[in-house]
């Protein structure tokens, strides 16, 4: 899992990815920075890739990566799913949707057989956008689910008539590593790792990845790690640069190019229930999740 990182790096098949050139634009640690084409429209749907976004240690943007990178893929023409997989329903609020209102939820899906991806899913504001939307009822599952047959497995089978209708599933995972992420990764083709810029984020990074590895291994051989996103950057601290630096020389070009910038505007579109690309269409932080949907499809890690 772990890359050596190179003076040069490399991604071939991303156009502009080349060696740097004089005065080229370039990535918070010195990478020539692709020009990351808008993506063509598509006249199908499906079949969906699975993205997990997911990592143990809470508040490093798993949700508002989520939501705001849903969005924007939904921009560029893509169907989108949100899976809100976190028994807080913080995806499901940003989206506009009350946990405290729901009759049922992505819990009803996982624990009772008779209710089908149909039955749960709630259309967003966002064209193309739709949400799978959980609330506290959740947290029961991770109990519940010890006692059943492949039980790492359930959210894979609930997921399953998802795939050709849609060209995206974001699954928002829970701060933990435990049955209910386990079964996100499982269910997943790709996981994308939010991560903070701040040390303490930074020595979570290898715990998971090691559990991502034993994923892979045992339960789920196609699992790739789609990248890795700085998010909260403030350019005007070292700090901020030290922490990509790390991740740059552990893992590589595993670490995206984008880096999301720390900002009031997302917490503003939290409270205001929508994403950022809405909220505030020309903001910087609009245009960074845009960019990310741009890269992870250059990348072919979306459709």
Do not use: W
């Amino acid at each position: 899992m772990t890359q050596p990182a190179t003076a040069e790096s490399t991604l071939p098949g991303i156009p502009g990815h080349e060696a740097a050139q004089e005065g080229a634009a370039t990535d918070v640690v010195g990478r020539p920075l692709p020009d990351f084409p808008e993506p063509a429209p598509r006249t199908t749907h499906g079949p969906a890739r699975i993205v997990a976004m997911c990592n143990q240690k809470g508040g490093v943007g798993k949700t508002t990566t989520t939501i705001n990178l849903g969005a924007a893929l939904a921009e560029y023409g893509r169907r989108v799913l949100l899976v809100d997989f976190d028994p807080q329903g913080a995806a499901s609020v940003g989206v506009g949707i009350s946990p405290h209102e729901l009759d049922l939820s992505v819990y009803n899906l996982i624990m009772d057989r008779d209710v089908e991806l149909s039955d749960v899913v709630r259309p967003t504001a966002i064209d193309g956008l739709d949400v799978v939307p959980a609330n506290i009822d959740l947290s029961a599952a991770e109990v519940q689910l010890v006692g059943e047959v492949a039980r790492e497995s359930i959210l894979s089978r609930a997921l399953r008539p998802a795939l050709d209708d849609y060209d995206v599933v974001l699954v928002d995972c829970q701060p933990s590593l435990g049955l209910l992420t386990v079964n996100a990764l499982t269910a997943a083709h790709g996981v994308l790792i939010p991560l903070e810029c701040e040390f303490f984020a930074l020595r979570g990074v290898a715990l998971l990845v090691e559990t991502i590895d034993k994923v892979k291994d045992r339960l789920n051989p196609d699992l790739e790690v789609d990248g890795i996103l700085p998010t909260m950057f403030d350019s005007r601290t070292l700090h901020s640069r030290e922490v990509v630096a790390r991740v740059h020389e552990a893992f590589g070009d595993t670490l995206l190019h984008t880096v999301i910038g720390r900002t009031v505007k997302f917490p503003d579109a939290s409270v205001a229930a929508e994403p950022i690309t809405a909220y505030a269409p020309s903001h910087r932080g609009a245009a960074a999740y845009r960019q990310l949907a741009r890269e992870l499809v250059a990348r072919g890690r979306t459709a």
